[in-house]
T-cell receptor
């Protein structure tokens, strides 16, 4: 069963704009990870945020985590055409191990030049 | 440091055949997991190995199996292939996968097409 769900399913923006993607999950977690996947490729790890963290930055990426609402958001600032990809949040399966991740269906981001 | 390496990248098999996919984790990583990605079901967990032992298994039939070697390299095998097994198979590795949460890194995947 899927633990996390991304919203929106698809997002199309102009280069230079900011893109925000949201993720909701169902059960308590100790961390949440965001990944990017270019078409036909593997998953690229973006950020891991722990349950005791509220916000984390990495370059043009900002991730927030609200454990009370069981939600997370990924903000990409000043987007580029190269950011076009699918973005997934992943959380540990509550009844399994931290290494068993569940994924949402992803947000397909298209950045138009 | 080399990333997670998966071979082969692409392969085509016929229904009823079997296939073996290989994964070399990041050096020093002892946990290896496998995932299946399809357009219909998305990303689904297959199984996870740590120190040559399977520690978790997803909801897949027994045709899907795997193993891990003493050098942490892992293989997964699918026997009696069905058309529905066509998918991108992703391998992931992490340091020791403690519950505190280690970053999990993925390889480029192996594209399997069953005809």
């Amino acid at each position: 069963s899927q633990q996390g769900e991304e919203d929106p399913q698809a997002l199309s923006i102009q280069e230079g704009e900011n893109a925000t993607m949201n993720c909701s999950y169902k059960t308590s977690i100790n961390n949440l990870q965001w990944y990017r996947q270019n078409s036909g490729r593997g998953l690229v790890h973006l950020i891991l945020i722990r349950s005791n963290e509220r916000e984390k930055h990495s370059g043009r990426l900002r991730v927030t985590l609200d454990t009370s609402k069981k939600s997370s958001s990924l903000l990409i600032t000043a987007s580029r055409a190269a950011d076009t990809a699918s973005y997934f949040c992943a959380t540990p399966l509550s009844s399994g191990s931290a290494r068993q991740l569940t994924f949402g269906s992803g947000t397909q981001l298209t950045v138009l030049p | 440091k080399a990333g997670v390496t998966q071979t082969p990248r692409y392969l085509i098999k016929t229904r009823g055949q079997q296939v073996t996919l290989s994964c070399s984790p990041i050096s020093g990583h002892r946990s290896v997991s496998w995932y299946q990605q399809t357009p219909g079901q998305g990303l689904q967990f297959l199984f996870e190995y740590f120190s040559e032992t399977q520690r978790n298994k997803g909801n897949f039939p027994g045709r899907f199996s795997g193993r891990q070697f003493s050098n942490s390299r892992s293989e997964m095998n699918v026997s009696t292939l069905e058309l529905g097994d066509s998918a991108l198979y992703l391998c992931a590795s992490s340091l020791d996968g403690s519950r505190s949460g280690n970053t999990i890194y993925f390889g480029e995947g192996s594209w399997l097409t069953v005809v």
